[in-house]
Nanobody
């Protein structure tokens, strides 16, 4: 059974940084995912894409986070990271890790990120 577990969320002041981690288990290899990524959902809003990384290394970012967020992965640890710099109050949301394999989408439980002074 594939499981994704996020960590690293918290409360940070505007302009600060956080690094989110997502560890995958039950998959054997990170390359069995076609794509992994991060999504977020703010109160009263729909879940939106933040960043994705394909099995071949192709990376995609939402326009709102380009230049501030960096997605990366550790293949041996089957872990995906999201380094978030220059955080803004509008980045406040629950951040979810996603893994896509064939016709299946796997989600973590989410981690809260709050940007506030």
């Amino acid at each position: 059974q594939v499981q994704l577990v996020e960590s690293g969320g918290g409360l940070v002041q505007p302009g600060g940084s956080l690094r989110l981690s997502c560890v995958a288990s039950g998959i054997g290899s990170i390359f069995r995912f076609n794509r992994m990524g991060w999504y977020r959902q703010a109160p009263g809003k729909e879940r939106e894409l933040v960043a994705t990384i394909g099995s071949g290394g192709m990376i995609n970012y939402a326009d709102s986070v380009k230049g501030r967020f960096t997605i990366s992965r550790d293949n041996a640890k089957i872990t995906v990271y999201l380094q978030m710099n220059s955080l803004k109050p509008e980045d406040t949301a629950v951040y979810y890790c996603n893994g896509n394999r064939l016709a299946s989408n796997y989600w973590g439980q989410g981690t809260q990120v709050t940007v506030s002074s």
